[in-house]
């Protein structure tokens, strides 16, 4: 998987992790939102958000690499939606600049992280 040492749960990849810090981020992040953008672009965010650790847990608990490499591959997608949704809060000016630092840095390491994962499993499609 991930790393040499024993891999016991999905809770023990890093990059599981880091996207359960990205979630508490971005929550916090999306509470300071316009209301009027509660059932339209936060829903969204959080939803994107929700998906790429969910995706990592049932790509790792399932039984062939083919099937975890498929969850990180949707991992994955939601990395990129949420880094366009990222992008439309900002052009939107839905909070400073500096609000999405953190964020920004710790998506791109996930993204990083997960298109290493994807790669290391070789599986064609």
């Not at 839905?94 to 994807?118: P, T, W």
């Amino acid at each position: 998987m991930e790393e040499n040492s024993k891999i016991n749960s999905y809770k023990d990849l890093i990059v599981w992790q880091k996207a359960m810090e990205l979630v508490v981020l971005v929550y916090s992040l999306s509470e300071k939102f316009p209301k009027t953008e509660l059932y339209c672009l936060t829903s969204q965010i959080r939803r994107c958000v929700i998906s790429i650790p969910s995706n990592i847990a049932e790509g790792c608990r399932r039984r062939t690499k083919k099937d975890y490499r498929q969850f990180l591959v949707i991992a994955f997608g939601s990395g990129a939606e949420l880094e366009t949704q990222i992008e439309i809060a900002k052009r939107l000016s839905y909070r400073e600049v500096g609000d999405y630092v953190e964020i920004d840095k710790l998506l791109d390491e996930i993204m990083r992280i997960l298109n290493k994962l994807i790669s290391n499993l070789g599986i064609s499609e």
